[in-house]
């Protein structure tokens, strides 16, 4: 192992609130501290005018793998992760099969190791194949390395069963992460229920099937004592409910991804399935909420929901299209140009978002440079501009709205557990 020397960067930890100009050294995969240290670099990166912060965190990943390796498999995901500035992902178990057992587990964080890449977290699946109907051997999960919960993909219909869940994952002091959608209310939904599907003639799916899933879970984390984090929050009214949640003591956060704020229900006019996901894109004024949570802390974490699907399923018509779309190697420009260059959030406050507080929703040991810590460290170049282009991407999919946007700032380097994995440095 070496020892690296990240050479007067601006720092910016919010674990620490810290922002300085500072020399960060990394030394055997830890992170040995800022400033003069009783030591010669063996690597020496110039960092000025750069910023470096924490391993960027995205705790919403699919990387497809076992059984859709077609779309995405642990090592291009986490290849396109590293692109992106991303040392960390947690990765969602609608695989095939669902990540419901401890050898699942163990199988996801053995092919981490065999790409070595990032580090890759898995979720654990709340039930039995996601079915909804028997809880997964969740005590067995965390032995295989799962740090949270989650039927991601489909909801937990059964407002029993997820009481249930909730009070072991107490007990493991687990988070559950919360896909919030009944069901019932959006079978055949390509779309947003509201004027644009009315004037297109595509079947709609209402924000309360949403936002009854959303203030189920808050009311049942209330009961049980136990932690709701709800994913891909997409309303108004979703955004409300987790702030007066908040207010009222409960251990719930809320997660916001780049296309929910950055884009409307008025793109479907294209019949471009690459603005097809679930939750939907909605209105403008739900796009507004989603920005004032993001400032006011009720969304404490951004994150991609990655969810790459291969070309010839995206080309299919649109109610046959699958839901989801690609976002690792988007990430932080659009957040970078539409939060901080948008004047919404400060570097601090956007970072936080992407380090600090999704390592404490999984409980993880990362998104800080605290001494000791993995050397997990992303450096930012905050002023280039440059153009997304997805042919690019590491990524096996391509399924993006965002190909041609114009956009202000990247990684440049992405440094995991000491190791320098992607680096675009003089
Ligand atoms: N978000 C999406 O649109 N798609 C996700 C699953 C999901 O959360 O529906 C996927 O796995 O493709």
């Known amino acids: 192992m070496s020892t690296i020397l990240l050479r007067q960067g601006r720092v910016i930890d919010p674990a620490q609130s810290l922002d300085v100009v500072a020399d960060v050294w990394l030394r055997d995969g830890k992170i040995l501290g800022l400033g003069p240290q009783p030591y010669g670099a063996d690597v020496v990166l110039d960092c000025r005018g750069l910023i470096v912060c924490p391993g960027l965190i995205d705790m919403h990943v699919h990387l497809r793998e076992p059984g859709r390796e077609e779309d995405e498999t642990i090592a291009t995901g986490t290849a396109a992760a590293v692109a992106g500035g991303i040392t960390s992902v947690a990765c969602m178990p609608n695989t095939e099969p669902a990540l419901d057992s401890r050898s699942a587990a163990e199988f996801v964080i053995l092919q981490a190791r065999r790409a070595g890449n990032c580090n890759v977290f898995p979720v654990g699946a709340i039930t039995k194949n996601r079915e909804g109907k028997e809880l997964a051997e969740l005590g067995g999960l965390v032995e295989g390395g799962a740090v949270a919960f989650s039927d991601d993909g489909a909801p937990v219909s059964s407002a029993e069963i997820m009481r249930r869940a909730l009070e072991y994952c107490r007990m493991l ?254």
């Open 173 to 426: 002091d687990k988070a559950v992460l919360v896909h919030a959608e009944v069901l019932e209310l959006t079978q055949g939904g390509v779309m947003n229920e509201g004027v644009v599907s009315v004037q297109l003639g595509l079947r709609g799916m209402p924000a309360v099937a949403e936002e009854i899933m959303i203030f189920r879970d808050i009311l049942l984390a209330e009961l049980t004592g136990g932690r709701v984090h709800i994913l891909h929050v997409s309303t108004a009214g979703g955004v409300e409910l987790i702030r007066q949640g908040k207010q009222r003591g409960v251990q719930v956060t809320g997660e916001a991804c780049p296309h929910h704020f950055l884009l409307t229900d008025e793109a479907m006019r294209s019949f471009d399935s690459n603005f097809k996901m679930s939750p939907p894109l909605r209105t403008a004024r739900d796009v507004a909420a989603i920005v004032q949570g993001l400032k006011d802390g009720t969304l404490s974490v951004l994150a991609t929901d990655h969810a790459p699907h291969a070309p010839e399923k995206k080309e299919r018509e649109l109610d046959q299209a699958p839901n989801g779309i690609i976002g690792l190697e988007t990430f932080l420009p659009l957040c970078i140009t539409h939060l901080v260059e948008a004047g919404h959030l400060s570097w601090e406050q956007m970072l936080a978002k992407m380090t600090l507080h999704p390592a404490q929703v999984l409980g993880i040991d990362r998104g800080t440079l605290l001494p000791g810590r993995p050397a997990d460290v992303t450096v930012i170049d905050p002023k280039v501009q440059w153009t997304i282009d997805k042919r690019e991407f590491k990524s096996k999919s391509r399924n993006t709205p965002f190909d041609g946007w114009r956009v202000v700032g990247r990684a440049v380097a992405t440094i995991v557990g000491g190791q320098i994995k992607m680096c675009h440095l003089a």
